[in-house]
């Protein structure tokens, strides 16, 4: 995810994205306050999210949608019953690993940050994997994350 591992500062790839670990402290707040109101729609919720102060940085943008997901939205195991579409995801507050992704991707539209979030699809061993099981078909989605021209890889589920 955007949580920062290094108390002393944030890296990106080769480079220091001049962060500490509190830099997240205001969007953090601003997501974990979020009103009731703000799940009526994705554009609301959109509008609420980037009223943060995020200094213009993408990476603080995409950290408040990433926060506010994973605060408001809950894993409901591996059953296709879930919905993964982004509307069905606000108002149940359920879904799958795809629907978080999926979610993530049009919260990012709606935010003007199409551009900046992907769905990616994948394997994932997962607790029961043993050998010599073979996984034949993904089983698991997260997002990939452009941050200051590079891509990142973010599992909001």
């Known amino acids: 995810g955007l949580t920062v ?17 509190d830099s997240f402290e205001a969007v953090d707040s601003h ?5 009731n109101s703000a799940k009526t729609s994705l554009d609301y919720l959109a509008r609420y999210l980037m009223q943060a102060k995020t200094g213009d940085r993408d990476l603080y943008k995409l950290r408040v949608m990433f926060r506010w997901i994973c ?17 069905k995801v606000l108002a149940t ?8 992704a999926n979610f993530f991707v049009q919260l990012a ?21 043993t050998l010599p099981f073979q ?3 993904p089983n698991h ?4 994350l ?8 973010c599992d909001p589920t």
């Open 146 to 153: 452009k941050v200051e021209d590079e891509w990142y890889l």
């Open 109 to 129: 539209d709606k935010c003007g940050m199409g551009d900046k979030v992907m769905t990616v699809e994948g394997f994932c061993k997962g607790q029961q994997y």
């Open 31 to 35: 997501a974990i306050s979020a009103p």
């Open 135 to 137: 996984i034949d078909e």
């Open 71 to 87: 605060n408001n939205i809950t894993h409901e195991g591996e059953t296709t019953l879930q919905s993964t579409d982004p509307h």
């Open 5 to 21: 591992t290094q108390p002393s500062r944030f890296a990106a790839g080769r480079r220091y994205l001049g962060l500490s670990a």
């Open 141 to 144: 989605a997260w997002c990939m």
């Open 93 to 100: 507050g359920q879904t799958t690993c795809l629907g978080f």
